[in-house]
């Protein structure tokens, strides 16, 4: 199996995004703006959640694959790279969840 990392995708997104939308289906999601990547992002993200309570496996693996597609694809809209997220969950590593979010309802 080869393997295709969510940084190859990040790097995927990119390279679509700069091709016509003609062509590139990541392309013609940009061209409709941030709603509509946003809107993709939150449909992808329910049919997982749909997948994973109706204990459907393979679906779910689908579905999670169309999630960090569409996520990424946001966050492309946006201008923000994975380095910026995974600067986050760096930050965020050093406390508990627990604490992490008792820290970010005071805050």
């Not at 003609?22 to 709603?35: A, F, I, Q, W």
């Not at 459907?56 to 579905?63: A, K, P, Q, T």
């Not at 969950?89 to 627990?98: D, E, P, V, Y």
Request: charged share 35%; proline share 0%; aromatic share 4%.
């Amino acid at each position: 199996m080869a393997n295709f990392t969510i940084r190859d995708l990040e790097k995927r997104v990119r390279e679509r995004a700069g091709e016509s939308a003609e062509v590139s289906y990541t392309r013609k999601l940009l061209d409709r703006g941030v709603d509509q990547c946003a809107k993709k992002f939150g449909e992808e993200a329910v049919e997982a959640a749909i997948a994973a309570v109706s204990d459907d496996r393979e679906g779910l693996v689908r579905e999670a694959a169309d999630v960090i597609y569409h996520l990424l694809v946001l966050l492309h809209a946006r201008g923000i790279s994975l380095d910026e997220v995974e600067a986050e969950l760096t930050a965020r590593s050093h406390q508990s969840g627990l604490a992490e979010k008792a820290a970010r309802k005071s805050g």
